[in-house]
């Protein structure tokens, strides 16, 4: 049987066969990958996930796949700061581009310092360039693209410009992190070809390249041949006449002449000593962009003039060598108080500057590059900026404030449910909790309505929390949140931080405006950001990647998140720096952690790490393109983790946190004043019992509950004696009972039940009629409209429910019972909804695959990139088939077959098929096969038949390396494949 390992061999030969001998470079982009190995395939699957929904059928079609718009934006997206600038630099750069040439764009010209910018060795006195009121206007035109502020990318028009890209950059550490650079564009097939040939993808260049409405971050213009496509052929011709270059014959040779003017040091640098001095100061002003300018109503004829309507005006006298202006096309000087200023008319007749509108100009791409040295961009960073300052803390003490954090999340959780247990607030109609009550929420919890809002959202992320879809619908705890409260502190802890680390809903949108200018609400629609978990990932990850105890300010992480991946089109252009959504979630993502104690005074935890798993994802294996290229761990995408990852990261992180947290007690301490003293948490049966017992006066490092007759009561309503209470205060205090609160209980014990509601609508019944008596005479009583039916009974126009808790408003201590007679015993955590699941994440595209994926996703594609590439012999086919309507009659074997067409199926009628199969079955040799499954989805498979009978062939299926069976009756055709081609 033959081996894959053959097989690939020798596939290799027949293509270079095909190619003439020895292989050359690629053609295509589709010709690279089929050249790549399959480790490299699988890292550009990982890199750009998209790809695999649907698993492409060949390389071709994942190619085609990867130059979509949708596809080539994310992967644009997910580049860091040198990589995008690289690529922008490619975008600017002639197609193919030699890798010394897109260096040089990167560095500079080392033999040829830019032009100095205004402030440094300019002319004080000399006029603004292109300003206002001197017959020019500085800002863009509209159609030209956004002006300066609506361009973060490109570089500010001020300030000095030198050789060097930034304080702390130099050119040898862009020439040290370019390969990298290229390496990862080449890895996510953004870039191919080898390094004499680089090649940006056609749909990346659309994207990158400059455009009049789509300003590049390079702050360059169209090139000479874009900005003067549609100039009259006679305008040209001035244009290089003024210029100093010889006229041509045709607008191409004259386009090329310019051109090759302005990308010539030397020639344009004596050009340029002929400028007048404020033609110099316009020329530094647009060369590090935006590179339109606007210019008098005057321009108007000359742009009319350039596209053929008219002549454009001639250049007033300059400095020596200058042109000299004449008169228009109709014999009339030109009128310089009403057009542009002479140093415009120079730059324009010169083409130093071109029209790009009726009142607009701009700066040609090579005219920019040469007064930058030969820059693309103002500012280059080619490494991430530095995590500084560190701020150094034990690990000890990071971990231990961590732990208090994360055993005061718990409370917090805790008592919220508690608080919402009986029937929390209302859902709104639209969905999610009003504002009053979340601030009604926030004063119980003691906290901002912000940090309301994230507690909320967590309990519900986790599945503790959820509507019960009644009709009169509320907000409850679910049953899972019983399950949660048998779990020990460390693992209801790992459960709300796991939770919290995967959930897509943003609680620091509440509060907010969408879209339509709809409030946000807290458990309402519109929360889900995709972003946010990776934002979350990667702000621990830069945490993780700092010694243990080290913080930095947030700055500085939002520093570097922005250079891993910065922000571009409107999401980017729109907001202010700092105030982008991605730094929005890293600041609430700071602020979480800190709450939720997965970091401690700003550092990672030890169970924090643990949290988070693995920092980056494993070191991809070396390829043959870039063997000693350093990994972009940092830019690789984060994976969602699995249930079972989180699970163990979780059980890991809880392991760690255990030992850090307050060992519940078993005891408090009575005191005088009717209050308890918990010195620390307390077991769950003693916290709760408690709880019911006595209201919580304060909370901190020690809780404070008070006793009232209104928490006893709740605690005889649940079922509890007096005797009861006596018994349970004894055993788990320190102290003896009180007696103030011994009698508090035996007097509210005394007057407890004494009342019986039922349901009449209601009554009221007690062997007190002098009570009875006392409730009728109260005024307060009115609106019950009570009437006395038996001297121990009381009829009352209202419900049960409302009738007990007025009386309850009234002072006494009724109680329910049930129809039998019996009290009703009701407990406070009685009300849960049905069984909820938690939510589940959106997902910001396609998750990132496994390697189990990757690597049935990489040989199907190479299987069907076997049998679509594999050569063959052309496919016998019947007169009928292929012989048109003048086609002479005859045998079909008297015409020579024809071959069939790269990409389409071989068509054969059913008895060419079965003695194909037959004779391959007998001599053992392969064919190629176009098959229709079940499901009508077509394919090219290679296969070599092995039995054919009963209507079927089975054989060993090169493209999937199994014996298959095959009905003979979705063969649409069979072709015998070429000497040597597998």
Not at 749 to 767: E, I, K, M, N, T
Request: aromatic share 4%; net charge negative; proline share 11%.
């Amino acid at each position: 049987m033959t081996t894959s390992r053959d097989r690939a061999a020798r596939r290799t030969r027949g293509a270079g066969q095909r190619d003439g001998g020895a292989r050359g470079a690629p053609r295509t982009l589709a010709e690279e990958l089929r050249g790549r190995p399959d480790s490299a395939l699988e890292l550009l699957l990982r890199a750009r996930p998209d790809l695999l929904n649907p698993v492409p059928n060949d390389l071709t079609q994942l190619a085609t796949r990867a130059g979509t718009r949708a596809s080539v934006v994310r992967a644009v997206e997910r580049l860091d700061r040198f990589a995008l600038q690289v690529a922008e630099a490619l975008a600017v750069a002639p197609d193919p581009c030699p890798y010394e040439t897109l260096r040089d764009l990167l560095t500079g010209d080392p033999d040829t310092p830019p032009e100095p910018g205004p402030g440094a060795n300019a002319d004080p006195h000399a006029p603004p360039a292109l300003s206002p009121g001197a017959g020019e206007h500085s800002d863009p035109p509209s159609q030209s693209g956004p002006g300066p502020s609506k361009n973060p990318g490109a570089a500010p028009s001020e300030g000095p410009v030198d050789n060097a890209t930034s304080a702390n950059t130099t050119a040898d550490d862009i020439r040290a992190a370019l390969p990298r650079a290229v390496a990862t564009l080449r890895r996510q097939a953004l870039v191919w070809g080898g390094d004499d040939r680089l090649r940006l993808i056609r749909t990346a260049r659309e994207l990158l390249a400059p455009a009049a409405n789509r300003p590049s971050p390079t702050g360059l213009g169209p090139t000479v041949a874009e900005a003067t496509a549609g100039m009259s052929p006679g305008r040209l011709q001035e244009v290089i006449g003024a210029a100093g270059l010889p006229a041509t014959h045709d607008p191409v040779t004259a386009v090329a002449a310019l051109t090759s003017l302005f990308s010539d040091r030397t020639r344009m640098a004596a050009l340029l000593d002929q400028a007048p001095p404020q033609a110099r100061a316009v020329l530094r002003k647009l060369m590090w962009g935006p590179p339109y300018g606007s210019v008098s109503a005057a321009t108007a004829e000359t742009a009319a003039a350039e596209n053929g309507v008219g002549q454009a005006p001639q250049p007033a006298p300059g400095p020596a060598g200058a042109p000299q202006a004449h008169a228009s096309a109709q014999g009339e000087p030109a009128h310089a108080a009403s057009g542009p200023a002479p140093h415009l008319r120079w730059l324009l007749a010169c083409g130093l500057l071109l029209p790009a509108g009726p009142r607009n100009v701009v700066l040609p791409r090579e005219v920019a590059l040469h007064l930058r040295g030969g820059r693309a961009h103002r500012g280059v960073e080619p490494v991430p900026p530095p995590l500084a300052p560190l701020a150094e803390w034990r690990p000890q003490v990071v971990d231990s404030a961590a732990a208090g954090q994360a055993y005061t999340a718990l409370a917090t959780v805790e008592e919220l449910l508690t608080e919402w247990q009986s029937g929390g607030p209302a859902v709104l109609r639209a969905g999610g909790l009003s504002v009053r009550d979340l601030k009604r929420t926030a004063g119980a919890l003691d906290v901002t309505e912000s940090m309301a809002a994230f507690w909320i959202e967590l309990a519900y992320a986790a599945g503790l929390l959820a509507s019960d879809g009644e009709a009169d619908e509320r907000f409850a705890p679910t049953p899972a949140y019983d399950e949660w409260l048998r779990l020990s502190a460390e693992q209801r802890w790992a459960r709300l931080a796991t939770a919290w680390l995967v959930a897509t809903r943003t609680p620091g949108l509440v509060g907010g405006r969408d879209a339509k200018g709809r409030t946000l609400a807290a458990l309402g629609p519109d929360l889900d950001r995709g972003a946010a978990p990776e934002v979350r990932r990667r702000v621990l990850g830069l945490l993780a990647s700092l010694p243990a105890g080290a913080a930095v300010p947030a700055d500085a992480l939002l520093a570097r998140l922005a250079w891993e991946r910065p922000l571009r089109g409107a999401a980017g252009a729109d907001a202010p720096p700092g105030d982008d959504p991605r730094s929005q979630y890293a600041r609430w993502a700071l602020a979480e952690a800190e709450e939720l104690g997965v970091t401690g005074r700003g550092a990672l935890a030890a169970h924090g790490r643990a949290l988070i798993g693995p920092s980056a994802p494993p070191e991809p294996p070396p390829t043959d393109e870039a063997p000693t290229e350093q990994p972009d761990l940092a830019r690789q995408p984060v994976a969602t983790p699995t249930p079972a990852e989180l699970a163990a990261s979780g059980a890991a992180a809880a392991r760690l946190l255990a030992p850090l947290l307050p060992q519940p007690l078993d005891h408090v301490l009575l005191q005088a004043d009717l209050t308890a003293v918990a010195p620390g948490p307390l077991e769950r049966h003693l916290a709760d019992v408690l709880g019911v017992l006595a209201d919580v006066e304060s909370k901190g490092g020690a809780t404070v509950y008070r006793f009232t007759p209104t928490s006893v009561r709740r605690a005889l309503d649940t079922g509890r004696t007096a005797a009861d209470l006596h018994a349970f205060l004894a055993e788990h205090s320190r102290t003896p009972v009180p007696q103030p609160l011994a009698y508090l209980i035996d007097d509210v014990a005394r007057r407890h039940g004494q009342l019986r509601v039922g349901a009449a609508s209601a009554y009221v019944r007690c062997d007190d009629d002098a009570l009875l008596a006392e409730i009728l005479a109260d005024r307060r009583s009115s609106g019950l409209r009570l009437r006395r039916l038996a001297p121990t009974v009381l009829a009352a126009q209202a419900d049960p429910a409302a009738l007990l808790e007025r009386l309850r408003e009234m002072g006494y201590a009724p109680a329910a019972e049930s129809a039998e007679g019996d009290v009703l015993v009701t407990r406070a955590d009685a009300y849960r909804t049905p069984p909820r699941s938690a939510p589940a994440p959106v997902p910001d595209g396609p998750p990132v695959p496994d390697e189990t994926l990757l690597h049935a996703a990489v040989r199907a594609i190479r299987a069907g990139d076997l049998a679509a590439t594999a050569a063959h012999k052309p496919a016998a086919t019947s007169g009928d088939d292929e012989a048109g309507p003048d086609a002479a009659p005859g045998p079909a074997t008297d015409r020579p077959a024809p071959a069939t067409t790269a990409g389409r199926l071989p068509r054969t009628t059913s008895a060419e098929t079965l003695a194909t199969m037959q004779a391959a079955a007998l001599t053992g040799s392969a064919v190629w096969i176009g098959y229709v499954n079940a499901d009508g989805a077509a394919s090219q498979r290679v296969i070599a038949p092995v039995r054919v009978e009963g209507g079927f062939v089975t054989g060993y299926d090169h493209t999937a390396d199994e014996v298959r069976t095959y009905p003979l009756h979705r063969i649409t055709g069979v072709a015998e494949l070429a000497d040597d081609s597998l």
